[in-house]
């Protein structure tokens, strides 16, 4: 069992920057992908950012420019650099990680989620 446990979400005004953070532990072995997700109010879930340990990286296109994923893979961790927030920003951000096991057996897994609400 692996578990993932985000920080860094609060409020802050247009314009202003927030930056997140997950931490995964448990039975890990390979962390093959962690990244970010977010849903706001009456949307589904959507991509924001993720980041293979080869160090291939993916964006949303609404997010390219302003936000920077970023991690370290001997600690586990994962951050979301988020620059230039906007009210459309607004929403649950939730730390995913694809990872494997000894056996090669590959599992996914979610954090509770970490609210961004950007508001004047």
């Known amino acids: 069992q692996v578990q993932l446990v985000e920080s860094g979400g609060g409020l802050v005004q247009p314009g202003g920057s927030l930056r997140l953070s997950c931490a995964a532990s448990?039975?890990?072995?390979?962390?093959?992908?962690m990244g970010w997700y977010r849903q706001a109010p009456g949307n589904e879930r959507e991509l924001v950012a993720t980041g293979t340990r080869a160090g291939i990286v993916n964006y949303a296109d609404s997010v390219k420019g302003r936000f920077t994923i970023s991690g370290d893979n001997v600690k586990n961790v994962v951050y979301l650099q988020m620059n230039s927030l906007t009210p459309e920003d607004t929403a649950v951000y939730y730390c995913h990680a694809v990872v494997s096991d000894r056996s090669g057996a590959v599992y996914s897994y979610w954090g509770q989620g970490t609210q961004v609400t950007v508001s004047s």
């Open positions: 448990g039975s890990i072995f390979t962390i093959n992908v």
